[in-house]
């Protein structure tokens, strides 16, 4: 085989596998993750047995096509984290996750899916919420987060921010920016807040995950 051959070949792999992803992203963009990967395939223009050899399972799809996103993720986090001021960084937290959240409906459901088969999103997730748990104690040892916040009440912000992607593209960012401000009007400590209900237990299953020796590693792993 020559070498322009092999270069041929190799461009026309490539090109497959980006125009897989670019399907699926924007598939699970519109969808969400029911999308089937023969949806995908189709989509994408390839045949199933190019599909899958590309991508042997759905998981390892999903992972490659949320790599940006979960790396985006993690910024955010790490940004809000780092600010000296913990209600300004946790308030950073919370508006730069639910725009995040918006753009992409199919992300939070990898991001939250409790599938044993997804242990880099399990692994992400848990190590961000342990972050999150912090610079709410921060914040609520400030006097600026109300008491009885809960980590789960952030995921519950997120789940219910989900249904803001049907809205118009063109309104998406706006509304979920409108949507942060009036959850972190909740949020704020205040001599008049009232009792909260019983908290939603969202979370357990999120902190309790493998060591992250047993996570394998995938293209764009953080």
Not at 58 to 79: G, H, M, P, S, Y
Not at 93 to 122: C, T, Y
Not at 195 to 204: A, G, I, K, N, Y
Request: include cysteine; proline fraction near 6%.
């Amino acid at each position: 085989m020559t070498e322009e051959v092999t270069h041929n070949l190799r461009a026309d792999a490539q090109e497959n596998r980006d125009k897989i992803l670019d399907a699926a992203r924007a598939l699970f963009s519109e969808r969400g993750l029911e999308v089937t990967m023969r949806e995908v395939a189709r989509r994408a223009g390839v045949g199933p047995a190019t599909l899958y050899r590309r991508f042997p399972t759905k998981q390892a799809l999903i992972d490659n096509v949320f790599a940006d996103e979960l790396r985006a993720c993690r910024q955010i986090v790490t940004d809000g984290c780092a600010d000296p001021d913990p209600w300004r960084g946790f308030s950073s937290v919370v508006e730069g996750l639910s725009v995040l959240n918006v753009r992409n409906r199919g992300f939070v459901d990898a991001f939250m899916s409790a599938n044993p088969e997804a242990p880099v999103f399990a692994h992400h997730r848990a190590e961000l919420l342990r972050r999150l748990g912090a610079l709410a104690s921060r914040a609520k040892r400030a006097g600026q987060l109300r008491h009885d916040f809960a980590i789960d009440d952030l995921v519950l912000i997120l789940l219910a921010g989900r249904g803001l992607s049907s809205t118009r593209p063109t309104t998406r960012t706006v509304a979920a920016r409108r949507f942060a401000a009036l959850a972190l009007d909740a949020f704020r400590e205040n001599a008049t807040n009232g009792t909260l209900p019983r908290r939603p237990s969202l979370v357990e299953e999120a902190v309790h995950i493998s060591p992250p020796s047993a996570i394998p590693s995938v293209p764009g792993q953080l």
